[in-house]
């Protein structure tokens, strides 16, 4: 028989509970957010919201006519993507890439140190490619938040976590990567424009899918990027004639006015205070991969402290911080019922072998309650987003892996937008197929057309 949470381990349920967010909690929130949304729109209100609504300054989408050679650069605060995109017949995408792992002690070193990395690993990749004098247009996809200024002036507002290159903040990306590229004297390359991870995902899906209206990440970060009216962007002074704007949310950041205090646990609260940015992205910290890992640790750790789990086994290796990642979750949670192979295999990796049945049912339940979770929270914001555009039916193009392999996740974050956005609306949400660099990609084709780069400021 299957175990009842409630009463077969009522301690792990007791500590869970303030996990499990209610309708009436889910609408609290979409209504927070909606609110949020409209101050970080207008211009007295913009400095004090939570969801800042930056400007991409991408005021065109895709016709799926656009042709030609590109290239990109994706920034993840994972991994680093640069790419040569190759824009062919309709729906004939030809793409070649290279993988580039940032080292931490780039990383977290001065910000020219880390651009002249990225350009040493671009040079070395347009010399393969044989197009080093060839001035192809190149577009940056940038994971981290953004206040854009044109189509190629973003200013760094900040990094997260595992970046920390100093003098970089509060300055243009694209010109320090310029900086950077103007060493190499033997390549040329035409680089125009930056966008965020979340528009990019927009843009790429939109080449294919022309009622693609929202982009959407959920993996070590969250965001989203959305089609909004221009004449409803107060912090917009170019040409209103042009009807639509990308918006950039930034919504990671929301709940630092207060919006999710109500629901924000004791394990919420220790995970921001051991992050390396306290007090801040507090939505993000109840929903990216990076954190959920932690708040379950967190709980399983306070209850093998309280000897009502895992009593036989130590904390020698759970207790280690950051330890329990996100693949481990799936993994807990990917047994069909009353089967526990794939959690004992997790549990092995922490040197805990032959757990009893029981505390691997808890286990689970933990995983199960914490992802829940954070799937709700984001379906909170889709529904905000799909009620603001207010368009009868749209694709979302959604990028990380916590969506794409994890079915359970999939299914409460539908199910629950679903139940919040008006009836009369529909929406779909669908696996990004191609990368944020391909929307990038693109927004560099669109940005070195005459007819989009008036468009621009200066």
């Not at 954070?374 to 207010?390: E, Q, Y």
């Not at 999939?410 to 609306?425: G, R, T, Y």
Request: with cysteine; charged share 20%; proline share 3%.
């Amino acid at each position: 028989m299957p175990y009842d949470p409630e009463t077969d381990f009522p301690e792990a349920w007791k500590l869970c509970k303030p996990f499990m967010l209610t309708d009436d909690h889910l609408l609290s929130i979409r209504n927070s957010m909606t609110r949020e949304l409209l101050n970080g729109l207008g211009r007295d209100t913009h400095d004090r919201s939570s969801i800042p609504c930056y400007l991409s300054y991408v005021q065109h989408l895709p016709t799926g006519r656009e042709r030609g050679r590109f290239l990109a650069l994706e920034m993840w605060p994972t991994n680093c993507r640069i790419m040569l995109v190759k824009f062919g017949s309709e729906k004939d995408i030809y793409m070649s890439s290279k993988c580039v792992i940032v080292p931490h002690t780039i990383a977290a070193s001065r910000g020219t140190t880390l651009f002249n990395f990225l350009a040493q690993n671009i040079a070395v990749f347009v010399r393969e490619k044989k197009v080093e004098k060839d001035n192809l247009p190149m577009g940056i996809a940038f994971a981290f938040a953004l206040n854009k200024l044109s189509l190629d002036v973003g200013i760094l507002v900040s990094w997260t976590k595992g970046y920390g290159a100093q003098g970089a903040v509060g300055k243009n990306v694209v010109q320090l990567l310029r900086n950077a590229l103007d060493e190499y004297k033997d390549i040329s390359i035409n680089l125009n424009s930056i966008i965020n991870i979340a528009a990019g995902s927009l843009m790429a899906l939109s080449w294919s899918q022309t009622n693609c209206k929202m982009g959407l990440i959920i993996g070590t970060v969250t965001n989203a990027a959305y089609v909004e009216q221009s004449v409803e962007c107060e912090m917009y002074e170019g040409d209103a004639s042009v009807p639509l704007m990308i918006i950039n949310t930034e919504w990671n950041n929301f709940g630092s006015n207060g919006h999710l205090d109500f629901i924000r646990t004791e394990f919420d609260k220790i995970v921001d205070a051991e992050s390396n940015n306290p007090g801040k992205r507090y939505y993000e910290k109840c929903i990216s991969t990076l954190y959920l890992g932690e708040l379950v640790r967190l709980i399983i750790v306070r209850l093998m402290n309280m000897g009502v789990i895992f009593r036989e086994h130590n904390l020698d290796y759970m207790g280690i911080q950051w330890k329990m990642e996100m693949k481990s979750i799936m993994a807990i949670d990917s047994d069909p019922p009353d089967v526990y192979v794939k959690a004992q295999e997790v549990m092995d990796k922490f040197r805990m072998r032959n757990c009893q049945e029981r505390d691997l049912a808890t286990l689970r339940f933990i995983c199960q309650t914490v992802s829940t979770r954070s799937a709700k929270l984001v379906a909170a914001g889709v529904a905000c987003l799909i009620n603001r555009m207010n368009y009868a039916n749209i694709s979302i193009a959604v990028d990380g892996g916590i969506y794409r392999l994890y079915p359970r996740y999939q299914e409460v974050l539908n199910k629950h937008a679903a139940a919040l956005i008006n009836p009369d609306l529909k929406f779909e949400i669908t696996i990004a197929q191609d990368s944020p660099g391909v929307g990038a990609a693109i927004v560099a084709g669109l940005a070195s057309s005459l007819n989009f780069r008036h468009l621009s400021k200066s």
